[in-house]
């Protein structure tokens, strides 16, 4: 079982930067890949970022490339997104999940875990 907590969340200018971070319970988080998904009001979750477990390989959505970075600290058990160059159509609540698969990342079903979520507004 793996409890996991986002924070970091808020309000910021477009243009802005945030950095979400994610926080997982359990003594085996290096045995679980992360993703960040996010979902808007109205719209489906969609995936954001992902990383595996195995080499730390990354993956990203289209909209975020270039802009988001995700990274894992396993020492620490958590997960961060560093989300810069925020556009308005960034606004959503954004989730951390957790898998114990190492494909297949970009997909929300593919995951065992996710947290409560962490309101992320961008204004215009």
């Known amino acids: 079982q793996v409890q996991l907590v986002e924070s970091g969340g808020g309000l910021a200018q477009a243009g802005g930067s945030l950095r979400l971070s994610c926080a997982a319970s359990?003594?085996?988080?290096?045995?679980?890949?992360m993703g960040w998904f996010r979902q808007a009001p109205g719209k489906e979750r969609e995936f954001v970022a992902a990383?595996?477990?195995?080499?730390?390989?990354?993956y990203y959505a289209d909209s975020v490339k270039g802009r988001f970075t995700i990274s894992r600290d396993n020492a620490k058990n958590a997960v961060y997104v560093q989300m810069n160059t925020l556009k308005p159509e960034d606004t959503a609540v954004y989730y951390c999940?957790?898998?114990?698969?190492?494909?297949?990342?970009?997909?929300?079903?593919?995951?065992?875990?996710w947290g409560q979520g962490t309101q992320v507004t961008v204004a215009s």
């Open positions: 999940a957790a898998t114990i698969r190492d494909y297949g990342l970009g997909s929300r079903g593919g995951y065992d875990y």
């Open positions: 359990g003594r085996t988080f290096g045995n679980y890949a």
């Open positions: 990383i595996s477990k195995s080499r730390g390989s990354t």
